[in-house]
């Protein structure tokens, strides 16, 4: 299935992808032929069960694994093509990352967290620690930038996780399950925060969830089963009830 945004729009293409695990003897396809293509500046959700996809889809955007078959665009540069340096260099400052489990150093400080990726990308260090400041301002931790994240609660980690991920200005912020590991009030507090960010810093959002609250921020959401999109809506072509996971399109 192919959506229909043009060309010039796109901040990320994936065509025909293809990937498929071998576990023992078995071959599992986890993709089927995906075609995807999001706008620069939207924010998509990709919605399915477990092992419809979701993950490895994100993982094929984010240059964190490589399809069997198919091509993936980021800026229309083919990141396949690129060499061991080149893609590390897109990882750090095209795209940032936000993991269910927060991924964050437990010995290091929100500081220390958010500046690293900016260390990484060689920026002073001084001007790293601005900006780190700066973004944990951003996200409600002004007063626990030198706290651990054993200090903080999950709402905070993962508040961490999002000011590290937009460290280095990314045009794409990917999600993977950013709620999974919260309460609901916290959660919907994480989801509005990312749509704030989306909105106030033009970043694209790309979420891999199960997360029904996603899909009131989003711009369009694609539904995932058994390795294919079986479709695309835009949001206002949903009815969502307030508070359930009963959606019609």
């Not at 984010?62 to 897109?90: C, H, Y």
């Not at 301002?137 to 508040?159: A, C, D, N, W, Y």
């Amino acid at each position: 299935m192919i959506d229909d945004v043009t060309t010039s729009a796109q901040i990320v293409r994936a065509i025909g992808v293809r990937k498929v695990f071998r576990m023992g003897d078995e071959e599992v396809q986890a993709l089927k032929g995906v075609n995807f293509s999001v706008r620069r500046g939207e924010y998509i959700a990709l919605m399915g069960p477990s092992g419809s996809g979701k993950s490895t889809l994100f993982n094929m955007i984010g240059g964190l694994d490589k399809p069997n078959a198919g091509r993936v665009f980021i800026d229309e540069v083919d990141i396949a093509a690129l060499s061991t340096i080149e893609l590390a260099w897109l990882r750090c400052h095209k795209i940032g990352y936000i993991f269910q489990t927060f991924n964050l150093i437990p010995v290091a400080t929100a500081l220390d967290n958010v500046m690293l990726p900016l260390l990484f990308a060689d920026v002073p260090a001084t001007d790293a620690q601005d900006r780190a400041v700066e973004l944990l301002k951003k996200v409600g931790l002004g007063e626990r930038i030198f706290h651990k994240p054993v200090q903080m609660s999950g709402g905070q980690q993962q508040r961490v996780a999002v000011a590290r991920a937009l460290a280095n200005n990314p045009a794409i912020l990917l999600a993977d399950e950013p709620t999974g590991n919260l309460d609901s009030k916290t959660g919907h507090a994480i989801i509005e925060l990312m749509r704030e960010l989306n909105e106030s810093e033009g970043v694209t959002v790309i979420s891999a969830t199960h997360d029904y609250k996603m899909l009131s921020v989003s711009d369009r959401i694609a539904w995932l089963t058994d390795g294919v999109i079986e479709r695309f809506a835009k949001r206002d072509e949903l009815d969502i009830k307030e508070g359930s996971t009963d959606v019609r399109h």
